[in-house]
């Protein structure tokens, strides 16, 4: 019996995300993420908890300790916003030359996503859309490692 | 000489080497997301439960070495598995992983009804199955923006020691030690919360090896591509929800059915849906609820074999 209905459940599984996946194309009018986040003033508070758990997490510690603060949030801000589909752009440094300088192994770059998953956990942004902001943010890693 | 004595050799060298792991908490390798590495599957590779994933196991990502260590109980109508191993992940690249099976195949009694095997009451199959995984591309975590997934390679090389079974191996004429191979995709659609693995197992086992592999039939002895398929859901990042499906070969019921047996040997896919929760990133319980089909259905009233499966695994 079980092995009936997975059957139909993996058919119907497979033909969904080989047909209908976007493969990642993020319409500019799609502003569903920005609002399920709170929109400017919710990334705003997101990132004020993310920072704090940065700075609190000795393996993150070393990275943020010394830069400047609000300037690290509001271009945190001013790039998720953006990623996302909001109606920001950000002006900052590219990933890749604003992390160049840096040793960062990917052990880093998954700490990082760990403080920000309980940064998302403490704002009570349901897990559907942390990892629909995840997703956006994951393929940065492919600049921000720069030790492999 | 028993045959699997290498094997038993090679565990308590894996098994020395979880102490010494367990022993120095300082090299504990934790760069990998919570769950990232799949859980211990029944025969020791990072997988789901009944199934190998294209994942490397452990909590070590890039430039880390990291242990598993798991223990596993299935428990059905007839039947029971037991489950015990260790693997060991490299650089997020390379897997190796052994595992000990033991199976309580009591209902085997009932076979010495047929002809005089000298079955033993309360008989037991013992399996041993070493693994190597090695990926080969892709990041099926982190490469949330494309569809492309993470490939890994793998064999299993099973040794079985059926005890006083072995005369109906000979029957059969399976013989005790096989390899599989096989070829893993994994991706997460981080988007959607969900996980998708197909695996490609080449085999020859009957019942994953523990009847074990081939048969004495025409056409029955040869290699077989067998899919397997998961699905997992992300209820939240330390628990997931999901099911398999896995495909298997029949070699053994063309025998039966010449012997007069009818579908006595049949060989049945096996299924589940399971739930997996990591309370910490070194350590997870997996339940399951399984159906593994018919298991020699001809000395278990033809009922198919359904029951619980729970795994726990520790991860330094």
Same mark, same amino acid.
């Given at each position: ?11 119907? +599984?497979?033909?969904?995300?080989? $047909? *209908?996946?976007?493969? %990642?194309?993020? =319409?500019?009018? !799609? +502003?569903?993420?920005?609002?399920? $986040? *709170?929109?400017?003033? %919710?990334?705003? =508070?997101?990132? !004020? ?5 940065? $700075? ?93 | ?316």
């Amino acid at each position: 019996m079980l092995r009936h209905i997975s059957r139909t459940i993996f058919a119907t +599984l497979l033909a969904l995300s080989v $047909l *209908g996946h976007p493969a %990642g194309a993020i =319409a500019a009018s !799609d +502003l569903t993420l920005y609002r399920a $986040l *709170g929109e400017r003033p %919710g990334l705003t =508070a997101l990132m !004020d908890k993310f920072l704090d758990g940065l $700075l609190a997490d000795k393996r993150t510690e070393p990275f943020f300790g010394k830069s400047d603060h609000a300037h690290v949030k509001l271009m945190l801000v001013d790039l998720i916003c953006d990623v996302i589909g909001g109606p920001c752009e950000y002006a900052g440094e590219d990933m890749t030359t604003s992390h160049e300088k840096h040793a960062i192994t990917a052990a880093d770059f998954n700490a990082l996503v760990e403080v920000l998953q309980v940064a998302m956990d403490q704002q009570g942004i349901p897990v559907a859309d942390q990892n629909r902001l995840l997703a956006r943010l994951a393929p940065m890693h492919r600049a921000i490692i720069t030790r492999r | 000489m028993k045959p699997i004595r290498y094997l038993a050799v090679a565990r308590h060298l894996a098994l020395a080497g979880l102490v010494a792991c367990i022993a120095t908490p300082a090299a504990a390798a934790t760069g990998k997301l919570v769950l990232t590495g799949g859980v211990s599957s029944i025969d020791g590779a990072a997988g789901g439960g009944l199934t190998p994933w294209a994942v490397i196991g452990t909590n070590a990502t890039d430039g880390e070495i990291g242990g598993t260590a798991h223990v596993t109980r299935v428990s059905t109508q007839d039947y029971a598995l037991t489950s015990y191993g260790a693997a060991l992940g490299y650089h997020n690249k390379f897997e190796i992983s052994i595992a000990r099976q033991n199976f309580d195949a009591s209902p085997a009694i009932a076979l010495n009804g047929i002809a005089p095997f000298g079955v033993k009451r309360g008989e037991n199959i013992e399996m041993d199955v070493l693994g190597v995984k090695y990926r080969i591309f892709g990041e099926a975590v982190l490469d949330s923006l494309n569809l492309i997934p993470q490939v890994a390679v793998g064999i299993e090389h099973k040794q079985v020691q059926p005890n006083s079974l072995k005369s109906v191996l000979r029957f059969l004429d399976a013989s005790t030690s096989s390899t599989d191979f096989y070829v893993s995709a994994t991706k997460l659609l981080l988007e959607h919360s969900l996980l998708l693995n197909g695996t490609l197992r080449i085999t020859k086992a009957n019942q994953n090896g523990l009847l074990g592999f081939g048969a004495g039939a025409q056409g029955k002895d040869k290699y077989t591509g067998q899919p397997e398929f998961s699905v997992a859901y992300l209820l939240h990042r330390t628990l997931a929800i999901g099911a398999e499906y896995r495909f298997k070969p029949n070699n053994l019921e063309i025998l039966g059915r010449r012997a007069g047996l009818g579908s006595a040997l049949r060989e049945d896919d096996w299924s589940d849906v399971f739930v997996a929760w990591a309370p910490s990133k070194h350590f997870s319980l997996t339940g399951a609820y399984v159906d593994l089909g018919g298991i020699v259905p001809g000395i278990t009233r033809k009922r198919d074999q359904t029951g619980w499966y729970l795994s726990a695994q520790y991860a330094f």
